[in-house]
């Protein structure tokens, strides 16, 4: 018997799985363009044809709290079990929750209207 793998994404082969047609695409700029602020909420849905900034797979389908930025990733909040571990997860791999995206929808709504004021 040969010994199992113990890889980082070892166990992954349904959970990293994209479908036919988002095979080899980049995740869209509009996922990437969100500015989290610290107490937002997000999900964590692991892109898997992004390396960087990848959480495990034992994250994947958490939802975790915003709590900083480090680089170009954040700093996620997640409770697993009774502890909360604290992750570096890159913006692919984050997307926001109901009552964010209606906070970062807001903030353009009012950017806009002051862009469209006369000066």
């Known amino acids: 018997m040969v010994k199992a793998p113990k890889g980082f994404r070892h166990r992954t082969r349904k959970l990293l799985r994209k479908h036919v047609r988002e095979k080899g695409a980049v995740p869209p700029l509009s996922l990437l363009m969100y ?18 900034g990848m959480p495990h797979r034992r994250y994947h389908g958490k939802v975790g709290l915003i709590s900083g930025k480090r680089g170009k990733s954040y700093e996620v909040l997640v409770r697993v079990g009774g502890k909360v571990k604290k992750l570096y997860i890159r913006p692919e791999h984050l997307r926001p929750t109901p009552e964010t995206r209606k906070r970062i929808e807001e903030e353009l709504k009012k950017e806009l209207e002051e862009l469209r004021k006369p000066k």
Do not use: F, Q
């Open 35 to 52: 500015e989290y602020k610290p107490g937002d909420r997000v999900y964590i849905v692991i892109n898997p044809s992004v390396m960087k």
